[in-house]
């Protein structure tokens, strides 16, 4: 199912469970698609469109269960799957993404932290362990982990990732605002926060 | 124009920025539609398809000119246009950001850091001030920043929130894992890091 849905969809359906998620702790029974739509500002008939594309059926004046509907998100998105991974550089970033609560609930397991600095090996960053990157191949040995969060300084960044291909890594999910180029086999999504911003000064017309 | 691109064609534009710029650094003059779909591991009529979008024209047998494209794609993402913002909460992620050097290149100025821990008040952020919440409405006041970049704990997420929009805050870059609601006239954006892991996961079959 995963697989046929489009980039938006997925996007849109994280951010509808983050909502399900809010209503589940107050305790809340039922949702409406208006609801959903208000909180967003999107439009009514897409939230209803996309719950449809995931078969979730309204109940007529009452809504979704929230509790089914939350269920069927994280099935769809295959969040039950836990994908584990290893964050490549112990900075403010990859710290920072160590710390973040949502990761875990959608399956990403941060398993532990790399770096090259001796004052940080061997510490904890929210009980996960930093080692060296000299490490690395064994580590993966170990754990079987082949992706990797990649959050080191521009002018490391293609040694670094070189480094960790050879030692194992298939996926790299890369903060580093460069391109990178990788072996075949290996997958590489560049997370582009400066698009994200310029999207948001199209859509909201910040001048 | 950036009005008439597509959220997609946006962070494709970005990118090759990000593939100029590197090519711009090595002093190399020109550079085809084919070496940027490589990078990118794109189709390369996209690429063609986008750069004619932004009227730029590749020479035969040459390519497109480097300084040229790098200039149209800054003119067209209206980066030459500085918007500054504030960034909320000075924690990992806060000062990642702050540090984020690509960012001032889009046109991004984070000016200054706003905490409510003691501790970090007064200190400097990679040269900007961190001052407490309680001057925010002041420093508004003085610099006309009406952008946020809001990167604190879910759940002091929405009384924040309230705070900064009644201090005069109209557009908001949530990194906060939440749904904030927000007053009409105030624009916010949020940040959905695990959407952008999930479409990852999807697109590239990590299982």
Same mark, same amino acid.
């Given at each position: 199912? !995963? ?5 938006? &969809?997925?996007?849109?359906? &994280?951010?509808?469970? %983050?909502? +399900? ?37 309204? !109940?007529?004046? $009452? ?16 969040? !039950? %799957?836990? !994908?584990?991974?290893? $964050? ?8 920072? +993404? ?17 770096? &090259? ?27 079987? $982990?082949?992706?990797?969060? +990649? %959050? ?56």
């Amino acid at each position: 199912m !995963k697989d046929t849905l489009t980039q938006r &969809t997925i996007n849109r359906l &994280t951010q509808y469970h %983050t909502i +399900l998620r809010d209503y589940k702790k107050k305790n809340i029974r039922f949702i409406t698609s208006n609801q959903i739509s208000s909180f967003l500002k999107i439009d009514e008939t897409q939230v209803r469109k996309d719950l449809k594309l995931i078969n979730c059926k309204g !109940k007529c004046k $009452v809504g979704y269960d929230v509790i089914e509907l939350k269920d069927t998100i994280e099935t769809v998105l295959d969040y !039950k %799957t836990v !994908k584990r991974a290893f $964050v490549i550089g112990a900075g403010n970033l990859g710290v920072a +993404l160590s710390k973040y609560s949502k990761f875990s609930e959608f399956g990403l397991d941060i398993v532990a932290l790399f770096d &090259t600095d001796e004052a940080k090996i061997g510490t904890q960053i929210n009980s996960k362990p930093v080692y060296h990157l000299d490490k690395l191949s064994e580590l993966i040995k170990q754990t079987g $982990v082949n992706i990797a969060i +990649l %959050t080191i300084p521009n002018k490391v960044a293609q040694s670094v990732c070189d480094k960790i291909t050879s030692c194992g890594i298939k996926y790299i999910w890369n903060f580093a605002p460069t391109i990178l180029s990788v072996k075949d086999g290996v997958e590489i999504w560049n997370e582009n926060l400066i698009a994200s911003f310029l999207k948001f000064c199209a859509i909201s017309k910040i001048k």
